[in-house]
């Protein structure tokens, strides 16, 4: 009886040890089609979730599929990144082992795509600076108006507008000086954004978006997709 135990148990390490090794194959091989049909700029990290992964190879279709992407990746300017979760990839097995992969149909993708507080500085221009604040964002910046240059500081709101990022400020004030309020109202204007965030992979669609630790974060989804290059 302990030597039918000694076997059973050897065997089912051995089925793990089988089933971890398959996954690491899938994984590069989901990695580039997903670069290919998806129009990637490169090939991401993947990590096909569940266990066992041999029922889902067989069956050919991946329960989730979890993807980083770098900004180099998306095709995205630096300080964008991504990581999506992918449910229900559709890859028949066969033609994963033939390479010939047609097409990769996706039951429903969603994730967030981060665009860094240093990317939209940028966007403002000179020496701006953004970070969290509560539900919203603060924003430093020196403007100049009528010849004279305002240090100011001021709190935003940030929403969506189609595929717009928009931050609005409703609150300025100057930072540590003596500015005239109805130039602060005046320059308040100069300190409101709005970024055009390019296309996103997969046929992703902007959905929510809210203030996060390292920028604002923009929720992103899609539905029945079919990515073919």
Excluded: C, W
């Excluded at 670069?35 to 066992?52: C, H, R, S, Y």
């Excluded at 969603?110 to 964002?137: C, I």
Aim: net charge negative.
């Amino acid at each position: 009886m302990k030597a039918l135990l000694v076997v059973v148990l050897l065997l089912l390490g051995l089925a793990v040890l089988a089933d971890r090794v398959a996954v690491g194959i899938a994984e590069d091989r989901v990695g580039s089609e997903l670069a290919t049909k998806g129009g990637l700029q490169g090939t991401p990290e993947v990590d096909i979730a569940g266990f066992p992964f041999l029922t889902q190879a067989i069956g050919g279709r991946y329960d989730e599929v979890r993807i980083s992407l770098t900004a180099d990746e998306l095709g995205q300017p630096a300080g964008t990144e991504a990581d999506v979760v992918l449910h229900g990839v559709h890859v028949p097995l066969s033609s994963v082992l033939s390479g010939s992969v047609s097409e990769v149909p996706v039951d429903r993708i969603d994730g967030t795509a981060t665009l860094s507080y240093a990317l939209l500085s940028a966007q403002l221009g000179g020496d701006a600076t953004l970070r969290p604040e509560g539900d919203g964002v603060r924003i430093t910046k020196t403007v100049e108006l009528l010849g004279q240059t305002f240090p100011l500081t001021a709190t935003g709101t940030v929403a969506l507008d189609g595929n717009e990022l928009v931050i609005d400020v409703d609150r300025a004030s100057g930072a540590g000086v003596d500015v005239p309020e109805f130039l602060v109202t005046r320059v308040s204007d100069l300190l409101d954004l709005r970024y055009a965030v390019p296309p996103l992979p997969f046929g992703l669609q902007l959905t929510d978006v809210q203030p996060g630790e390292d920028g604002v974060d923009v929720r992103v989804a899609a539905q029945d997709t079919v990515l073919s290059g």
